[in-house]
């Protein structure tokens, strides 16, 4: 082997090492994600998803508490996984939780105009 085929060769073994390397690396602490969800959440509750999506909202509030122990022991890709799923998992109560209080509000209005429409039909 002459001296320019091992220099190639401890360069590819190196170029290696740093891609595995950097693949193995924690990655970044995935502060903005926990905001997002943390935040996607309060937004879920402020649209009472605890009374009309309470197992969506728990499985988000789960997957944070999750993520958090994540972050902890540094596996921030699997933290910021659980984060969006989080998040996502917030939104979704919250729009369901949206959707079931204005179909409520309908079906208030629906009764009141078959209630007028009652009056209405008895005065003539």
Do not use: W
């Not at 969506?56 to 933290?79: M, P, S």
């Amino acid at each position: 082997m002459n001296k320019h085929t091992s220099i190639l060769g401890a360069a590819g073994i190196i170029g290696i090492a740093v891609a595995v390397g950097g693949c193995a690396s924690p990655g970044e602490r995935p502060s903005g994600k926990l905001q997002t969800a943390e935040s996607a959440i309060q937004q879920a509750v402020a649209s009472d998803a605890r009374e009309f999506e309470p197992v969506l909202l728990n499985q988000a509030q789960n997957k944070v508490a999750d993520a958090e122990e994540l972050i902890e022991t540094e596996e921030y890709q699997k933290a910021a996984r659980l984060l969006e799923q989080a998040a996502v998992d917030a939104q979704l109560a919250a729009a369901r939780s949206d959707t079931a209080k204005a179909r409520r509000a309908v079906e208030e209005i629906n009764r009141n105009i078959e209630a007028l429409r009652q009056r209405v039909e008895e005065s003539q």
